[in-house]
Structure formats: C-alpha cells, structure tokens
C-alpha cells in the first residue's frame, strides 16, 4: 500500500463528499476542507522524508507497467511541488472560512476549491503526458469557475478573457501531444525521453517544444501573454488569489516546463544554449515590462497580480541559467514566492474583508488597528524584495550566484537592480495603506483569518533562517532530479515495484 | 500529407475566430473548432490504411489493428471540451444578463 494516490485521490473525494455535506450539514464544511488539506500537508512531509531515501517511487495505476499503464512517478522534485501546494491549500483553507461567509452557496466554493487541489496535485506527480493534460485541464476549469465566483460583471468578464487565454494554451499543448504522440507512438515520459533521444534535435522536436513553451508561457503569463493574469487573479477570492498567484501559475506553467525541458526533451544548457538563452529573455522581459506596469497600479490585489508575473519571471531566469545553483535557486523562488505572494494576496483578502473596498488610494489609516494584517503585510513584502534572513533573499541570492558561475555577470547586476521594482510597487502599497494616517475605519481581522496569515509568516521566518537545512533536503535533491536530464527515464523504468 | 495539413487549417481557422470575431458565442464555436481539429488528428495519428478496428473477439485472430490509445485519447479530450465549452456558454450568458450584449467591444469594465 503506497500513499503516492492519496495526494490527488483525497482532494478528489473530498469533493464529491462536499455537495452531500452541503444538504445535511453544512457547518462542518470548513471543518472538513481543513482536515483534508492538513492530513494533505502531513502526507506531503511525509513524502518529503521518504524521497530522501528513495529518489523515485513509481506507483503503477491499475498495476499495469510502464510505458504501456499510465504511471505516478514521484521524485524529490514532486515532493518540493507538493509540498508548497499543500502548504498554500492549507493556509487558504483556514482563511476562507470567515472570508467566504459573505458569499452564498459556499459548498460550491469548497468542491472546487479541492478540485483545484486535485489537479495541481496530479500535474505534479503524474509521469504521463495525456494524464498530465487531464489534470492541467481538472485545475484549470476549476480556476476558471473560481476566478468568476462572485459572479458580479468585472468578475464574469475577467473569468471569460482568463478562460479564453488559458483554452488556447491548453488547446495548443494537445495539439502538441498529439504530434509528439504521432512521432513517438508513447505518452509515457520516461518512454518518451528514451523514444526523443534517438529522433534527436530535428526541426520537428523544436515545432513541438516551441507549441509546449508558448501553452506552458501562457498558462505562466509571461510577457506577452500576461494579460489576463492582472485580471484574473483580482477577480477571485482572496483565498483563491493567493492560490493562483501563490503556486497555480507554477505549477502549471513553471514545472511542467521545467520537467519537459529538462527531464523529457532532454536539454541543457551544453546542448541547447540558444533554447535557454530564450528562457533567460523570457524571464527579463517579464520582470521588466511587468515591473513597471505594477509601479502605476491603484487596486491592491491588480498591483500584487501584476507583481506576480513580474516574479515568474526570476523562476524563468533560474531555470533559464540552467547550471545547479540556478535551478536551485529557481527551484527555492518557486517557495519563496508562493510564500511570500500568497500571504500578500491574504492580507488584500483581510483589508478587503474589513473595508470593502481594493482603491490602496482610499485605503489610509487601515493599518492602525489590524497590526497583525499589516505586520504580515510587511514580512511578504520583505521577504519578495530580498531582504535577509527571510526566506526571499536566499532564492534571489542562488539565482544571482547561479548567474555569476556560469559568467553572466551583467545579468547578475540586472537581476539585482530589478529588484528595486519590487522595491518600488510594494512600498506603494505600505505608505499608502499601512503608514498613512486616515480615516478609514477598519476593525481587527477575525482570528481564523489572522492565524493564516501568521502562519505564513512563521514559515517564511523559518525557512529563511533554516535555510541550509532547506537546501540539503528539499531545493537541492529536487534540482539533482532536473539536472539528472535523461536519466530520469532509467530511474522510472529501474524503480519499477520497488517498496520502500 | 494533406489529410494532416488539413486538420493544421481548421486549427488555424478556429484561432482566426477567437482572434478576430467580437460575438462571445462565436469565440466559443472557434473553440469548437479547433476542439474538432485536434480530435480529428488524433484520430488520423492511429488510422492504418486497410486494418481492423481494435476489437479483439478471438484469440487467434492475426494482429492488424488501428491504434486504439489515440480513440481513448479523443474520447477524454471530448469530455474536457464538453466541459470548457458548457462553462464558457454559462459565463456567456451570465456576461449577457450582465451587460445586456455579447459584443466584447462593449463589455470593457477591466482596464488594460
């Protein structure tokens, strides 16, 4: 008995549960979604500790082998990926509870809340394209029904142009698999490595990596294809928000990217120096361009979406300098952002909650009563810009370093001056709101919501000055699984009905 | 060949659609579009000229089949698109109750 299904098998039955609690007893609701998502941040720990031991537990659905069943293929990456995502569920679950109270029908919101949950789940442990597609398209429906919750005319529009973004990058990425199946005749992907290394880097490989990186940079909202984002991520709940900005797009967008590249189509930067060189001009257009746009924001929640894919954009980078410390450093910005965004999108979530209104220009004196609100507020921000010891300096720190050894020394320094952006857009949001002085009259959040918050803060906290600790057993085995290239397939195939 | 380029046309001429056209319901039928153009590929991607559908009724019967991973591919395909598509109607009329049109151009509450 393994625990690999529980991960997407529990959210998954939980949502079928939900409805029914919904007629008979819908006080237990919240009660229920916390357990799930804790007994879910367990197992993830769980997992953390068994990949350490074992770099690859292969869980074969129905006990068909690979490549002809489809697979689970766990490995440290998976258990990083599963880890935040259980981390952001968690405190998103508890938050929700008094922020939901407002609206009707909060069932709903809770099915499709573990819906989402099931789907970033699978894409994360799947090792097979179709089921990979399947469950990109569980997370993103639900996305797009939870983007429109509040059903008012911004939120129904924002969900339509969302929608409309994100089935053309889901679109596009099966037509993709549809042509690699066509050349390769598996959707296994550690059949599909072996299978794409004898085709080798023919103009058909690059057409179909070039489909999977324009779907996965929509899906990320990178640069040019951001525009929904901004829109999209405001108009849902708060809760909801810290999800999408926190680990959604990553998921999404920024492993099954990283784990195509890397694992599947088999590139590195000594073989394919122009692809990554790409990855890097993705990622700096992004931290540009949106950087500057989130500098002239009025709307709370707009400025940290905007924020959101300006910081995707260092990940790209990370992965875009592709020697170890910059994946690592890739790897840790996917925590420290999801960290630090998601407790940023819950503090607009508890202003939200108190004053109703998201104008930061209307928003002064908020800060004199919800001291835990704004201190929170404070720690993400500090962490996002980079300052030590929290949790955000040390994922810049290993992408800059990753930078310097592999003797891109000016984008070292570019990646440091763009900082100041951050610096920029979200001192905005402190004068305006927290500092200043005014009349806006805010009561203090509501305890549930408050624990949430400071829970994130504890981890950012925590995992910042742990973060040597966070190195040895999380970053670094998961950037060793990307880094091991092709070797991926052999792991699979050789761990094939090993028990642990 | 062309059967193949073919299918690359209708995608092309469902992305046109979404592009270009103003009427919420006919973004969606471009979607439909290239829905169909994809499924249709998929099964042209397992299609053998002259061999049986894969139905195995003895067991000694020689092995001349079509691809079958492609038709259950189309058939999981078709239920997410029954999805996407049932939710973007739904969000359509709901836009339509809303703004009482389903021109894009004057559905423009979100700046930028």
Not at chain 1, 355 to 363: A, N, S, V, W
Not at chain 1, 460 to 477: A, E, S
Not at chain 1, 482 to 498: D, K, P, Q, W
Request: proline share 3%.
């Amino acid at each position: 008995m393994t625990f690999i299904p529980l991960f997407f098998a529990l959210p998954l039955a939980a949502a079928f549960i939900i409805p029914i609690l919904g007629k008979i007893a819908k006080s237990i609701i919240w009660i229920f979604v916390t357990l799930v998502s804790f007994t879910l941040f367990i197992l993830a720990l769980y997992g953390v500790a068994v990949t350490q031991q074992f770099p690859m537990i292969v869980y074969e659905m129905g006990n068909w082998p690979p490549p002809l069943g489809i697979v689970m293929a766990f490995d440290s990456l998976s258990a990083f990926m599963v880890l935040v995502i259980s981390i952001l569920v968690f405190s998103g679950s508890i938050f929700s509870w008094r922020y939901m109270s407002h609206y009707t029908g909060t069932w709903k919101f809770y099915t499709l809340y573990m819906l989402i949950t099931a789907g970033m789940m699978g894409v994360s442990i799947t090792g097979d394209l179709f089921n990979m597609f399947v469950f990109l398209e569980i997370a993103a429906i639900s996305s797009y029904a939870l983007v429109a919750f509040g059903v008012d005319a911004e939120e129904l529009e924002a969900s339509f142009k969302y929608m409309v973004m994100g089935e053309v990058g889901g679109l596009t990425f099966l037509l993709s698999i549809a042509l690699l199946y066509a050349k390769t005749s598996t959707l296994n992907l550690a059949d599909m490595a072996n299978t794409l290394q004898v085709v080798g880097q023919t103009p058909f490989f690059w057409l179909v990596l070039g489909m999977m990186l324009l779907a996965f940079s929509i899906k990320a909202a990178f640069v040019p294809f951001h525009s929904w984002l901004p829109d999209a991520h405001p108009a849902a709940p708060a809760p909801i928000s810290s999800l999408l900005s926190g680990i959604f797009i990553k998921v999404l967008g920024m492993y099954t990217t990283a784990r195509l590249v890397f694992n599947v189509f088999g590139l590195s930067r000594g073989n394919a120096p122009v692809f990554f060189n790409v990855l890097i001009g993705l990622g700096l257009l992004s931290i540009a361009f949106a950087g500057i746009t989130a500098l002239n924001q009025k709307d709370y929640k707009r400025l940290l979406g905007y924020s959101s894919v300006s910081q995707v954009g260092y990940i790209m980078l990370g992965f875009g300098i592709g020697n170890f410390y910059g994946v690592a450093g890739a790897i840790f910005y996917i925590l420290a952002h999801a960290l630090g965004k998601g407790l940023l999108f819950l503090t607009s979530g508890s202003v939200v909650n108190a004053t109703g209104t998201r104008d930061i220009t209307k928003l002064a004196g908020v800060g004199e009563n919800m001291s835990t609100t704004a201190w929170s507020f404070r720690f993400g921000s500090m962490s996002l810009i980079g300052l030590p010891p929290l949790v955000g300096f040390f994922a810049k720190y290993f992408i800059v370093l990753g930078a310097l050894k592999a003797g891109f020394w000016w984008l070292a320094i570019v990646a440091i001056g763009l900082s100041v952006l951050t610096l920029g857009y979200l001192l905005k949001i402190e004068n305006n709101v927290f500092m200043k002085k005014g009349r806006t009259k805010a009561n203090k959040a509501p305890f549930t919501m408050r624990v949430a918050m400071v829970f994130l803060v504890v981890l950012i906290v925590l995992f910042g000055v742990g973060f040597q600790q966070i190195i040895d057993f999380l970053v670094g085995p998961a950037a060793n699984a990307l880094l091991r290239g092709v070797e991926y397939a052999n792991l699979v195939f050789g761990s094939v009905g090993v028990s642990f | 060949m062309i059967i193949f380029l073919s299918c690359i046309i209708l995608f092309l001429i469902g992305l046109y659609a979404i592009v270009t056209k103003r009427n919420l319901i006919k973004i969606v039928i471009g979607f439909a579009l290239i829905e169909y153009a994809i499924n249709l590929l998929f099964a042209l991607v397992g299609f053998r000229r002259g061999m049986l559908a894969p139905i195995i009724t003895r067991v000694d019967m020689a092995h001349k089949f079509v691809d079958p991973i492609p038709q259950a591919l189309v058939l999981t395909a078709i239920v997410i698109a029954l999805g996407t598509t049932a939710l973007m109607l739904t969000v359509a009329l709901r836009i339509y109750s809303r703004y009482k049109t389903f021109d894009i151009a004057e559905i423009r509450k979100l700046k930028g």
